[in-house]
Every structure is written in C-alpha cells, then in structure tokens.
Nanobody, 125 residues
Framework: QVQLVESGGGLVQAGGSLRLSCAASGGPLSRHQVGWFRQAPGKEREFVGVISWNSGRTDYADSMKGRFTISRDDAKNTAYLQMSRLEPDDTAVYYC??????????????????WGQGTQVTVSS
C-alpha cells in the first residue's frame, strides 16, 4: 500500500514558479512510475507528466513541455513537479499518482493505483 502526500501548492502570480512535492510512504518506488495530474473546476482530470522512478526518465503532455519538469529524490522517496512561467489556465488541483512501471508510460487517471489528496495551485493574472 503506497501512501502519497502532495504539498507546495499556493497562490502565485502569472509568470511565477512553484515546486510541488509528492512524498511517498509504504515502500520504495523503485519499480513504479509517478504521474502528475491536474483538475480544474468543471474539467476532467488531465495528465501533466510522468517519471519512471528507477531510470528517472520522464514524459510530458505536449502542452506542458518546456514549462514543467518532473524529478525525484530517491533518498527522500519524494517526487517533484517544478512549474515555471505559470499562467491562469494552470489553476487547478494537482495530484500525484503511482502505479507499477512496466516499460510504458500511462497518461490516464484510471491506470493508476494510488493517489494523493491533491494540492491547490492558483495563478492570478
């Protein structure tokens, strides 16, 4: 059983940056991938990006490339989502999620087994 806790959300002005954290407990994530998703009011949960824990390789939704960066700290069992040049349309609840890694990246929420509670990011114009 993996437990995830996100943190780092808040209010930021357009053009600013935030770093979200996803702290995992319940065991090492060496065989897993960590996905980041976001959900704006009235919208479906949207894929942001994913990291394979063992290799550190990442993949992103096309619209996120260049502004968002995912990383992980194995010693802290924590994944990060660094967001830069934030825009009001980035306002959402951001979630991290975990599933086993089998060589493929998965962009759909239903494909993940464990979820954090989410952290709110609000970007003001």
């Amino acid at each position: 059983q993996v437990q995830l806790v996100e943190s780092g959300g808040g209010l930021v002005q357009a053009g600013g940056s935030l770093r979200l954290s996803c702290a995992a407990s319940g065991g090492p994530l060496s065989r897993h991938q960590v996905g980041w998703f976001r959900q704006a009011p009235g919208k479906e949960r949207e894929f942001v990006g994913v990291i394979s824990w063992n290799s550190g390789r990442t993949d992103y939704a096309d619209s996120m490339k260049g502004r968002f960066t995912i990383s992980r700290d194995d010693a802290k069992n924590t994944a990060y989502l660094q967001m830069s040049r934030l825009e009001p349309d980035d306002t959402a609840v951001y979630y991290c999620a975990v599933r086993l890694y089998d060589g493929y990246y998965y962009p759909y929420p239903r494909q993940y087994d464990w979820w954090g509670q989410g952290t709110q990011v609000t970007v003001s114009s």
